[in-house]
T-cell receptor
Framework: EAQVTQNPRYLITVTGKKLTVTCSQNMNHEYMSWYRQDPGLGLRQIYYSMNVEVTDKGDVPEGYKVSRKEKRNFPLILESPSPNQTSLYFC??????????FGSGTRLTVV | GNSVTQMEGPVTLSEEAFLTINCTYTATGYPSLFWYVQYPGEGLQLLLKATKADDKGSNKGFEATYRKETTSFHLEKGSVQVSDSAVYFCALNRVSGNTPLVFGKGTRLSVIA
C-alpha cells in the first residue's frame, strides 16, 4: 500500500531533550516536506526536500533540523525542544508537480 | 508570493444542505489547485484537484472549478452528510518547479442530523 509512515504518533517529552520524528514513504517520491498544524494558524511548512541531499527552509524552520540521506526517509530533528514546539506534525511526499500524500501525524507535547 | 485565502469557519449545516466553501488564491504563473480534507484525528487526504483553468475537480460529490479570471477554486457539494464533517483545506502549487504546497488556514465543517 502506498503510504507515508510517521513515528511516533504521540510523544510527550521534556524541554531540552533531543528527539527525532521519523518519516518514510514507499512511493519513490522526489519531494518530501514537514508541516506543523496549530489552531488558528493552519498548516505551516517547516522544511522541505526536493530530492536526496537537497533540503530547504520553509516558513517556520527555527528550532528544527532535517536530513535527506535516502529518497524514502526524511526525519525531523528537534535538538533542544521547547514548549512552543508543542504541535501536531505532518510529513508529506509527492512526485514532482503532483498532489501530496500525508502521514497520519505526530502529536508532540513538550513540557 | 503565493498565498491562499479561504473563508473562515466554523460552518454548521443541516444534513442535505448545500455547501460552498470559498477559496481564492494569489500566485505567479499557473498553479495547480487542490482541496484536502482532514477528518477528526487523521492526516490530510487529497479530495480533488485541478491543474489548469476551467478544469473541474470532483470526488465524493464535491466539486470545484478552477476560475482563472476570478482566481478562485470554491468547493461545493449539493447535499452534505454528517460524515462530511471535517476540516477542509484549499492549497496550491506550481506544476513545474515543484514549489512547496501552500495551504489556506482551513475551514471546519460540522453537519448536524
Amino acid at each position: 500500500e502506498a503510504q507515508v509512515t510517521q513515528n511516533p504518533r504521540y510523544l510527550i517529552t521534556v524541554t531540552g531533550k533531543k528527539l527525532t520524528v521519523t518519516c518514510s514513504q514507499n512511493m519513490n517520491h522526489e519531494y518530501m516536506s514537514w508541516y506543523r498544524q496549530d489552531p488558528g494558524l493552519g498548516l505551516r511548512q517547516i522544511y522541505y526536500s526536493m530530492n536526496v541531499e537537497v533540503t530547504d527552509k520553509g516558513d517556520v524552520p527555527e528550532g528544527y533540523k532535517v536530513s535527506r540521506k535516502e529518497k524514502r526517509n526524511f526525519p525531523l530533528i528537534l535538538e533542544s525542544p521547547s514548549p512552543n514546539q508543542t504541535s501536531l506534525y505532518f510529513c508529506a511526499s509527492s512526485p514532482t508537480g503532483g498532489g501530496y500524500t500525508f502521514g497520519s501525524g505526530t502529536r508532540l507535547t513538550v513540557v | 508570493g503565493n498565498s491562499v485565502t479561504q473563508m473562515e469557519g466554523p460552518v454548521t449545516l443541516s444534513e442535505e444542505a448545500f455547501l460552498t466553501i470559498n477559496c481564492t488564491y494569489t500566485a505567479t504563473g499557473y498553479p495547480s489547485l487542490f482541496w484536502y480534507v482532514q477528518y477528526p484525528g487523521e492526516g490530510l487526504q487529497l479530495l480533488l484537484k485541478a491543474t489548469k483553468a476551467d478544469d473541474k475537480g470532483s470526488n465524493k460529490g464535491f466539486e470545484a472549478t478552477y476560475r482563472k479570471e476570478t482566481t478562485s477554486f470554491h468547493l461545493e457539494k449539493g447535499s452534505v452528510q454528517v460524515s462530511d464533517s471535517a476540516v477542509y483545506f484549499c492549497a496550491l502549487n506550481r506544476v513545474s518547479g515543484n514549489t512547496p504546497l501552500v495551504f489556506g488556514k482551513g475551514t471546519r465543517l460540522s453537519v448536524i442530523a
